[in-house]
């Protein structure tokens, strides 16, 4: 979820707090690099990890949105009405729908 502070803060006042920070780097700044310069500036109170974009879970996560995503496409395209229906053909095309949805 990505929000605001203030949001956070209406919603609960625990909530208000961050415990994690992730930071996007401009193209061409090294990640290793950065991470190790955070790390050393931050000190031993604060644990700098450097995310990988080669993870498996990451990878099967979005193969399963965009499977759900292809499917409420087609379930959406199942059960609507033609583009060509105008005020016209109305009659005909809900007809046409309603026969499409009762199979």
């Given at each position: 979820?990505?929000?605001?502070?203030?949001?956070?803060?209406?919603?609960?006042?625990?909530?208000?707090?961050?415990?994690?920070?992730?930071?996007?780097?401009?193209?061409?700044?090294?990640?290793?690099?950065?991470?190790?310069?955070?790390?050393?500036?931050?000190?031993?109170?604060?644990?700098?990890?450097?995310n990988?974009?080669?993870?498996?879970?990451?990878t099967?996560?979005?193969?399963?949105?965009?499977?759900?995503?292809?499917?409420?496409?087609?379930?959406?395209?199942?059960?609507?009405?033609?583009?060509?229906c105008?005020?016209?053909?109305?009659?005909?095309?809900?007809?046409?729908?309603?026969?499409?949805?009762?199979?």
């Amino acid at each position: 979820m990505i929000t605001g502070i203030r949001t956070l803060a209406a919603a609960g006042p625990g909530l208000a707090q961050p415990d994690q920070y992730d930071v996007g780097l401009r193209p061409g700044t090294s990640p290793a690099a950065y991470a190790q310069a955070l790390g050393t500036r931050l000190g031993s109170g604060y644990m700098v990890i450097l995310n990988s974009r080669n993870s498996v879970i990451v990878t099967l996560m979005l193969g399963l949105i965009g499977t759900l995503t292809l499917l409420l496409a087609l379930v959406a395209g199942l059960y609507s009405t033609p583009s060509s229906c105008t005020p016209g053909k109305r009659k005909r095309c809900m007809t046409w729908a309603c026969s499409r949805r009762s199979g």
